[in-house]
């Protein structure tokens, strides 16, 4: 027997939230205030659909719910709802509630908080698993900058992984290789940039420059800062 499972979200404020879908592009099918707030949008095939009891006034910190959405491709997507969001609210929203994500190319994936705290998670189909961290093979602070992956992606907390990685280096200041140190500090660039801290950024950027690299390690290391000069960028567009 086939069946639908239809992911209901809350509805929060729903008119201010369907009006927030309408910015990125999504066409709103269904309202309803009463006896209860439901709501319905819809775009490119597929609907997100919202609920809330009348006398449940919790707000949008104390929720936790969404849903994911595959699509074939996701790059023009982020860059269009960056460009909706920039015109709606005079630039991007990186941070606090509602937000997008930063994408880095190759992630595969960027996620959309809206008014009601909702995360809609957009991932491209048939994408190469990524790896997010977690890695028992590795050691030292190849290790810890693994495990920061996972505050950083999975769990969007840019204050512990940044906590963690500045932690390991003092840890293994000894022990571990200037090319690991770089590659730990180019993860604090790319965290202070997001973070909106481009003193904290620059500072990363000297420890590495002072660092004893080799001709191939510093061209390693570049492509890696290339994604801290690409998410700048693109919180400078939303200015």
């Known amino acids: 027997m086939d069946g ?3 992911p209901v979200m809350w509805a929060g404020d729903l008119a201010e939230v369907l009006d927030f ?4 592009g999504y ?3 269904y309202e309803q205030a009463s006896p209860y707030m439901y709501g319905s949008v819809a775009r490119s095939g597929y609907d997100l659909n919202f609920f809330r009891a009348l006398n449940d006034k919790r707000p949008a910190e104390e929720r936790d719910a969404g849903c994911l959405v595959f699509l074939d491709e996701i790059e023009d997507l982020h860059r269009d709802f960056s460009a909706a969001l920039k015109a709606r609210f005079g ?4 941070r606090g509630i509602p937000r997008i ?3 880095r190319s190759g992630q595969g994936r960027f996620t959309v908080v809206d008014p009601a705290g909702n995360s809609v ?4 189909r048939d994408a190469p698993d990524v790896e997010y961290g977690g890695s028992r093979k590795l ?4 290790r ?3 495990n920061a992956s996972i505050l950083r992606f999975s769990k969007q907390d840019d204050e512990a992984a940044r906590k963690t990685l500045e932690s390991g280096l003092r840890r293994f200041a000894a022990t571990a290789t200037p090319l690991d140190k770089a590659h730990a500090m180019a993860d604090l660039v790319e965290l202070a940039v997001a973070m909106e801290d481009p003193a904290r950024a620059a500072e990363w950027r000297s420890e590495i420059a002072a660092l004893d690299l080799s001709t191939e390690d510093r061209a390693e290391i570049a492509e890696h800062l290339q994604i801290a000069s690409d998410l700048q960028e693109w919180l400078a567009d939303s200015e």
């Open 4 to 6: 639908t499972a239809v």
């Open 21 to 24: 879908y309408r910015t990125l």
């Open 27 to 29: 066409e709103v099918t």
């Open 91 to 94: 630039r991007v929203p990186a």
């Open 101 to 103: 994500t930063r994408y």
């Open 121 to 124: 998670t957009y991932l491209k």
């Open 139 to 142: 050691e030292g602070l190849q």
């Open 144 to 146: 810890i900058i693994d």
